[in-house]
């Protein structure tokens, strides 16, 4: 297994250095504000008030670093630990604990999405339904264990009844954990070759989260938007994309921490899901429009904590052991801390 080093960083403050204790004054009495936490999580509507100093955390404080591109951050924690605190794929926390990778999820989950519509395909190549995929090469945006492609193969799985199996799955890229090596169907795209390029072409017949612009390419399940709604409404069907992680050397040198990060992360999302009851957020993206209208179906669309969650977890390690990304089950309650598993945000 590789080694990985217990800090990840070769400039800045010493470790005692990191969890020395400083004081602070808020709303006029002294209090100790707890060590700064080298954090990396996207701003969204539902995090702002963190950033922004609305929502003050007790015990700790953030030092936000600015990581435009998300995904980006997701490595630099699974090989480097560069970070504290840090927003992550589900299934790449996932897949890293398995590979004992040293930091543990909170029971936090910031990113959601419904995937139906992740999957496009040339209409020039003979795919009438999801099921014609079978003996074709699809091809997967990054890495197999990206958690859009594990939440499309699931639809193309357990709602079209494709046999995953007989499908080449190609890829553009490779994984956040090195060491994981994907089932046998799994293959890199050809040196020079872009997934666009290929699926224009023909040379796949479809493939999982890239946009093309071609008159050729169109989404592989009609009405995919309300295909999703639909799924939630019938099924509680609701999937969770991204979790916050914590080093485990940090846990293990403040013991009431991970509660505290939950706490400072539900009452942000408080905040903004009061605002956009109300109608004061300006909901023009297309992730506002989406917590709007499972806001109408579910009246919370960023539940936090274990229980609210438990169909959604439990499915997507399910789907990891199905798709080869995690070798066997793992109990739900084992992802998350002790102290954290009776929470609900």
């Known amino acids: 297994m590789l080694c990985v080093p217990a800090i990840g960083m070769t400039k800045g403050p010493s470790k005692s250095e990191l969890y020395e204790m400083t004081e602070s004054t808020r709303n006029g009495d002294a209090a100790v504000a707890g060590p700064r936490l080298k954090t990396a999580v996207v ?66 989950f910031p990113m959601r999405a419904f995937h139906h519509g992740a999957i496009v395909y040339n209409t020039s190549v003979g795919i009438h339904t999801p099921k014609d995929l079978e003996g074709r090469r699809v091809g997967v945006n990054r890495g197999y264990t990206v958690t859009t492609g594990l939440w499309a193969r699931s639809i193309l799985q357990h709602e079209y009844g494709v046999d995953l199996s007989r499908v080449t799955w190609v890829l553009s890229g490779d994984e956040h954990v090195a060491e994981y ?101 300006d909901a023009a993206s297309p992730i506002d429009q989406v917590f709007l209208r499972v806001m109408e179906i579910t009246g919370d669309p960023l539940p936090y904590g274990i229980e609210a969650n438990r169909q959604a977890l439990e499915a997507i390690v399910r789907h990891s052991v199905e798709q080869g990304i995690l070798s066997r089950s793992v109990a739900i309650e084992d992802l998350f801390p002790e102290n954290t598993r009776a929470l609900n945000g």
């Open 43 to 108: 701003k969204r509507g539902h995090t702002q008030p963190l950033m922004d100093g609305t929502v003050k955390p007790r015990g700790f404080e953030f030092d936000f670093e600015d990581v435009p591109v998300i995904i980006k951050a997701f490595r630099r924690m699974v090989r480097d630990l560069e970070f504290d605190i840090c927003e992550m794929a589900m299934t790449t926390y996932l897949c890293a604990r398995a590979h004992g990778k040293p930091f543990t999820a909170i029971p936090v």
């Open 181 to 281: 090596r994907p089932p046998a169907n799994v293959v890199p795209i050809e040196p020079g070759k872009t997934m666009e390029e290929l699926l224009t072409a023909g040379e796949i017949a479809a493939a999982i989260g890239v946009q093309v612009e071609s008159p050729d390419v169109k989404p592989l399940i009609p009405n995919a938007r309300e295909a999703g709604f639909e799924a939630l409404r019938r099924h509680g069907h609701y999937p969770i994309n991204h979790t916050v992680v914590v080093r485990n050397d940090v846990i293990d040198a403040h013991p009431d921490l991970a509660p505290d990060i939950f706490d400072a992360f539900a009452r942000a999302k408080r905040i903004y899901v009061q605002r956009l009851r109300e109608g004061q957020v």
